[in-house]
């Protein structure tokens, strides 16, 4: 058997250690008899798996004592409801960055339950071939007095752009208003400082699992705001009380997690630097990656990147072929040598190459390889 390099935005590919302890386990899981998808959310067999992959996602994020973490369902653009519903908290209006398609989808469903004010966005009408290729700076923001939050999109998994910063609210506001950030596609791919946020949420099956579990790191005087509409299921206060099982959660999904967050917790002694944390070790990993990739595109006519260097997404790398008829026969030139999802998303065309925390340098490399070779025979 050969494994695909697997180059997919999401539901993207999972280390490989991860899948062979799960493939061991699925039919007799720790001596029961069942696979853990078969048993109880509620038995004592399951506890412990959802207990240690919460609390093994507050180590590796270094997640403070005032904070739940979450598991919820519903994906990410749930979550673009429930963020309002939860997070209004009788104020007006809800501040949202647009830097791109995953923005404007958390804008429009925001608006169906109050206000939204756009302070600041990337769009350019003006210039097409500037369109969401940057990060707004925060001295470009417009904030509105006493919003109830302001949103960001960490990394635009379509576009390609990612924020290297984080906002600084006070600055921006004069009050601690809470930052809420959509971390689906770049989670654990680097350290960060969960106390500059009010609220942390993502869909997992980027760098944390398999689709159908959200996550949601929120911080404890944020919930128990809901609006009275919002469904039970959604309340953070009726989750948090559950420990996010009010009702039967996405036992497997959450169990694949557990397994991940083992596999990153490990990582400085694979790597032989016992010396950084899990997401330090991450982090320089995917620097390596990313510059890798830029690297080479930077260095060729053939192949085109838009986004401004600062911005670039180190999750997401994004680019086109100059001569946009080549970009099929690359996509599938490329899967038919093993590197697999690189056709980029289907509103903006060209090339993704999603590079997450479980893809190793060897397919970034086997990628660069291909590219060239690509360049030199239809070049
Ligand atoms: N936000 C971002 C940044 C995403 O990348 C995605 C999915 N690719 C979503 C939201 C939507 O997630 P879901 O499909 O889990 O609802």
Redesign the pocket.
Same mark, same amino acid.
């Given at each position: 058997m050969t494994r695909a390099f697997n180059f997919s935005? &999401?539901p993207a590919t999972i280390p490989e250690a991860v899948l062979r302890q799960a493939a061991d386990e699925l039919l007799d899981w720790r001596g029961t008899g069942m696979s853990v998808m078969e048993i109880s959310h509620r038995g004592a067999d399951y506890a412990p798996v959802i207990e240690e992959a919460q609390a093994d996602l507050r180590t590796l994020l270094g997640v403070p004592s005032n904070y739940k973490v979450l598991f919820m369902q &519903? &994906? @990410?653009? @749930?979550? %673009?409801a429930i963020v309002p519903l939860n997070m209004m908290r009788g104020k007006a209006v809800a501040d949202y960055v647009d830097t791109g398609i995953?923005s404007v !989808? /958390?804008i429009t469903e925001a608006r169906r339950y109050g206000a939204v004010n756009v302070i600041a966005s990337s769009k350019d009408d003006q210039h097409p071939e500037l369109n969401y290729t940057r990060v707004p700076k925060q001295a470009e923001w417009q904030p509105t007095r006493d919003a109830a939050y302001v949103h960001i999109?960490?990394?635009? +998994?379509?576009g390609g752009i990612e924020y290297q910063w984080v906002p600084d609210v006070v600055a921006a506001y004069g009050t601690d208003t809470p930052l809420v950030t959509?971390?689906? /596609?770049h989670i654990l791919s680097r350290p960060v400082d969960v106390s500059k946020f009010g609220l942390i949420y *993502? *869909?997992?099956? !980027?760098n944390v699992s398999m @689709?159908g579990l +959200?996550f949601v790191i929120v911080r404890e005087d944020l919930i128990g705001h809901a609006h009275p509409l919002c469904p039970s299921a959604f309340d953070y206060r009726v989750v948090a009380d559950n420990d996010s099982m009010f009702n039967t959660p996405p036992t497997y999904a959450i169990y694949l997690a557990g397994l991940v967050f083992k596999w990153l917790l490990a990582r400085p002694a694979a790597i032989g630097r016992p010396d950084l944390t899990p997401m330090a070790a991450m982090e320089l990993l995917n620097v390596e990656k990313a510059a890798l990739l830029y690297a080479a595109l930077d260095a060729s006519q053939f192949y085109v990147t838009r986004n401004v260097p600062e911005d670039r997404s180190r999750m %997401?790398v994004t680019f086109t072929l100059r001569d946009d008829a080549l970009t099929m026969p690359f996509v599938q030139a490329a899967a038919a040598v093993g590197l697999k999802g690189l056709k980029g998303h289907r509103a903006v065309g060209g090339i993704r190459a999603s590079i997450y925390n479980a893809m190793p340098r060897a397919g970034v490399e086997a990628l660069i390889a291909f590219m060239r070779e690509f360049e030199r025979t239809h070049g």
């Open positions: 935005p &999401g &519903g &994906g @990410a653009l @749930a979550e %673009n995953w !989808k /958390s999109c960490g990394n635009e +998994t379509i959509d971390m689906s /596609s *993502g *869909g997992a099956q !980027k @689709a +959200t %997401n």
